[in-house]
């Protein structure tokens, strides 16, 4: 069974600084996703990570994976307030056109003034 | 991107009595999911809706509980029957587009009494 790890799992931080979100999985993957949920509403795609060693960056985020050490990051550069949100990475390891998605429990951001 | 609309957007419904979600997206789509974000919690996949043929649902996840339609490529339903207040959930469509991005509708709250 794919478990799918996120940590941490609660984030506090000063505006202006930088951190990173780490997202374990157990099984081999195809791709691999992180989504913001902003409270009440629905996901945001932020990135999709389709091989190893692939980086994706927008804005103040940046997203890496490594397929070897089942290891994907998202990192925040100079945090700034709007960033306050839950990330949820995902996974998925159904192969070929399944794109079936197993999450991880999410990492509910707070950014500080 | 996609654009997807949920009917309806929340409910509060009786415990016993069914409720069908409706999901309508704006192009056709081959690949259709439904999602369930339990209240603090993260997604789990429910079942693949498949377009012309009976839905695949995911370990947990019955026919008899979650029965779905999907006519045609634009549009799927979600009944949750015969409702108990541990049903109280988002319920979440999804797409996928071409490069594997996987688009999330707006969703679903139910809430059962």
């Known amino acids: 069974e794919l478990k799918v790890e996120q940590n941490p799992l609660f984030l506090s931080m000063q505006e202006g600084k930088n951190y990173t979100i780490y997202c374990n999985y157990s099984t081999t993957s195809d791709r691999l996703y992180w989504y913001r949920q902003d409270p009440g509403k629905s996901l945001e795609s932020l990135f999709v990570?389709?091989?190893?060693?692939a980086v994706k960056q927008e804005g103040r985020l940046m997203a890496s994976l490594d397929t070897k050490a089942r290891l994907s990051t998202l990192h925040i550069t100079a945090a700034v307030h709007d960033l306050s949100a839950t990330y949820f990475c995902?996974?998925?390891?159904?192969?070929?056109?399944?794109?079936?998605?197993?999450f991880g429990k999410g990492t509910l951001l707070t950014v500080n003034p | 991107s996609a654009v997807i609309s949920q009917k309806p957007s929340r409910d509060i419904c009786q415990r016993g009595t069914s409720l069908t979600i409706q999901c309508q997206v704006d192009?056709?789509?081959?690949?259709m999911f439904w999602y369930r974000q339990q209240p603090g919690q993260s997604l789990t996949l429910i079942a693949t809706?498949?377009?012309?043929?009976?839905?695949?649902?995911e370990s947990g996840f019955v026919i008899d509980k979650f029965p779905i339609s999907r006519p045609n490529l634009t549009f799927s339903t979600l009944t949750v029957s015969n409702m108990s207040p541990e049903d109280s959930s988002i319920y979440l469509c999804?797409?996928?587009?071409?490069?594997?991005?996987?688009?999330f509708g707006p969703g679903t709250r139910l809430t059962v009494l």
């Open positions: 809706a498949n377009q012309g043929s009976e839905a695949t649902y």
């Open positions: 999804s797409v996928v587009r071409t490069g594997g991005t996987q688009y």
């Open positions: 192009s056709q789509v081959t690949m």
């Open positions: 995902a996974v998925d390891i159904s192969g070929g056109s399944n794109y079936k998605l197993t």
């Open positions: 990570l389709l091989s190893n060693g």
